[in-house]
């Protein structure tokens, strides 16, 4: 049953409130500002177009929202009020006109253009040049004290300086949270496990609206000007831009984006102008302002109901949208990283159609509440990939997102280990996503160094389907080569030679070659040293690979996984039929090495020798060489700009070697 005009209007009205609480009383948005702005509009051409609903408790007619009981009341000696919007060059055209057909002025007007800065509207009282009051702009008459929290904010002086400050000042402005620092708020929630915010502008009203201001004190908030409420006793310049540079010369900052521009031309430069700078900028912007500059025209135009006939916002392009999540997809990358993808119901946010977005992974997941139905919000800034910043409550159906315990792509077991966000793909030697990586590995200088075959080399090879895995380099002919780009007769003759060579190799150099998360070649060379032999490798259980230097639990976890793959075994048994031959590994009796029993650490930079060079020549000699500190140590190598690994061992009364002193243990005779 289709709605009546009043039905219609009641509804939007009713929406508009719930969103307006939401927005600028609990900080806590429940649609987009894009969503709002369609809705807002949709409300006033109705109302306009049906006068007999007008009403003057209308949300079209209002600023922002009620305060919070929490925070004690202002009233704001001048109301502080909105903007109104237009949204391309020939609604700014037509704001134009109406100015000059009240002005009854045909000449070209100059504006004062502003960043319209996405953050919280607030009121600074100065008298006698002294901050003694702040409020935020509530519902445009009442504001919530917030004085305390202000006086935080390092960039808003407490006093003024220069000379001829009004002995009575009301400055209007912004506080936002610049974006490196936003990003590095929820990076630091993340880590905690506690809740981060969705957007700058959240995360600025959220954090000034704290009842206890020394939490405000923590959050890294600024303050820009963008105008004066109230003045007694004071001499102000008659521009508009004039005056907010008399507020810099007083110390309070303003942004360095305002200029004065002519005319609609003049405006629509600035706009493109600041548009191309919005991802330069420190901090979020939404549009940009155009302000009537003489003071003169300012008061004879006036105001309406909720805005100032002399100003207006030119929004835009939204960089978040809201739409919903219909499904997701699980993606394996070239390292086996599993990444869910939320595929979208189509929306036109930050210049693009968006249709898919990244999920990050479960933790990401958990951490929004997502479910498939839920209405999400989209944010895209810039060139950066879409994301999906939050879920909203929603009537529609919904259902739990199931993480896969085998890889989409070839089935194989997918790990996670605990206290790791990334899970992965542990069929490295089979799995199509990881194909390229694993036999651009496999080939490397410190695994099979197979000469000639580069990345390109094997992209190629992957790409025309020659192979499929490490196993089939070693069925490879030449008339499969020679069509390939940039691979003549001798090119392919060397590279076939190298791969029958590279099946001469060591144990080591195999287990390394393999591609198991975390085992490289130092590892690799103590499992073969340890077990001797591939078969005892790959039947050790946890217990067994954690009693090898330099594998902990972590490790020992990858190894057993990756051997329990199937086809991962199918793809060693293949490489093994293919001709892959090592000498047998001679077993070493630690315990008559010299250093053997014995645990070192480097730190610092070694000028003699590299690290890599020093911790190979210690584990000949049978110690143990570990990445960190601890009471187990023995022993610690400080090079030069040695840290907080040197002073730890100083803690722990460890013995502490110089490089010289290394040298000489290691019995090396480096100039």
């Not at 651009?440 to 390109?456: E, H, P, Q, T, W």
Request: glycine share 6%; hydrophobic share 40%; proline share 4%.
């Amino acid at each position: 049953m289709t709605e009546s005009i009043d039905q219609q209007i009641a509804t939007l009205r009713q929406q508009l409130q719930a969103h307006n609480y939401s927005y600028y009383t609990l900080d806590a948005p429940t649609i987009t500002d894009a969503e709002y702005d369609r809705q807002i509009k949709t409300l006033r051409e109705l109302e306009q177009q049906y006068p007999q609903y007008a009403s003057t408790a209308s949300p079209s007619q209002s600023v922002g929202g009620p305060v919070l009981d929490s925070f004690s009341k202002i009233e704001h000696e001048l109301p502080m009020l909105s903007l109104g919007n237009v949204y391309s060059e020939n609604e700014l055209h037509e704001f134009i006109e109406r100015i000059q057909n009240r002005l009854k002025n045909t000449q070209e007007l100059t504006f004062c253009v502003e960043p319209k800065l996405d953050g919280l509207a607030i009121s600074l009282l100065y008298e006698q040049g002294k901050l003694v009051r702040a409020a935020t702009r509530g519902d445009g008459s009442i504001g919530e004290d917030v004085t305390h929290n202000v006086k935080t904010i390092k960039n808003i002086p407490h006093a003024l300086q220069g000379n001829n400050i009004p002995v009575r000042l009301e400055v209007r402005g912004e506080v936002v949270m610049p974006i490196a620092d936003f990003h590095a708020f929820n990076q630091q929630a993340i880590a905690n496990d506690t809740k981060g915010f969705v957007n700058p502008r959240n995360a600025a009203a959220g954090s000034l609206r704290q009842l206890d201001s020394n939490i405000t004190a923590q959050r890294p908030l600024a303050f820009y000007s963008y105008g004066i409420g109230i003045i007694d006793q004071g001499s102000l310049a008659d521009s508009h831009y004039q005056r907010l540079q008399q507020l810099q010369q007083w110390g309070l900052p303003i942004t360095y984006e305002i200029t004065r521009e002519t005319g609609a031309k003049g405006c629509m430069t600035a706009y493109t102008q600041l548009l191309a700078k919005r991802s330069e900028l420190n901090y979020e912007i939404d549009g940009i302002v155009y302000k009537v500059d003489g003071i003169a025209l300012q008061e004879q135009l006036g105001f309406v109901a909720r805005a100032p006939r002399w100003a207006t916002a030119h929004k835009f392009p939204a960089q978040e949208e809201q739409t919903q999540l219909l499904d997701v997809e699980f993606q394996v990358g070239r390292t086996g990283a599993i990444t869910p993808v939320a595929i979208l119901k189509p929306v036109f946010v930050g210049g693009v159609t968006v249709s898919r977005a990244s999920l990050h992974n479960a933790d990401e997941i958990n951490r929004l509440d997502l479910k498939i139905g839920n209405t999400v919000i989209i944010r895209r800034a810039a060139d950066v990939i879409p994301q999906v910043v939050k879920s909203l409550p929603g009537a529609q159906p919904q259902r739990d997102i199931i993480f896969p315990v085998t890889c989409p792509v070839c089935d194989s077991e997918i790990e996670r280990i605990e206290g790791e966000a990334i899970a992965r793909c542990t069929g490295g030697l089979y799995c199509a996503a990881q194909r390229k990586q694993a036999i651009k590995y496999f080939a490397s200088r410190k695994a099979m160094n197979i000469d000639g075959l580069g990345v390109k080399v094997v992209e190629q090879l992957v790409d025309e389907q020659l192979i499929n895995n490490p196993a089939d380099l070693f069925t490879l002919q030449a008339d499969q080569l020679i069509p390939l780009e940039r691979m003549a007769a001798k090119k392919v003759a060397n590279l076939l030679s190298a791969i029958q060579q590279c099946k001469q190799t060591t144990l080591a150099k195999f287990i390394l070659a393999l591609g198991i998360r975390e085992v490289g070649d130092a590892t690799a060379k103590n499992l073969a040293e340890h077990f001797l032999t591939l078969d005892a490798i790959q039947n050790a259980d946890i217990a067994a690979l954690e009693q090898v230097d330099d594998v902990g639990e972590i490790v020992a976890r990858h190894i057993v996984t990756f051997f329990r793959q199937v086809h991962n075994q199918e793809v060693i048994q293949a490489l093994l039929a293919a001709g892959i031959h090592w000498p047998e590994v001679q077993a070493k009796e630690k315990h008559q090495l010299p250093l053997a029993g014995k645990t070192y650490v480097l730190t610092g930079t070694l000028t003699k020798m590299d690290r890599n060079e020093a911790k190979q020549a210690l584990q000949a000699l049978g110690a143990k060489v570990s990445g960190s500190v601890s009471k187990k140590t023995d022993y610690v190598v400080a090079g030069e700009s040695a840290g907080s690994k040197l002073t730890k061992a100083q803690d722990l009364g460890i013995t502490i070697l110089t490089e010289d002193e290394l040298l000489s243990l290691l019995d090396l005779n480096h100039p």
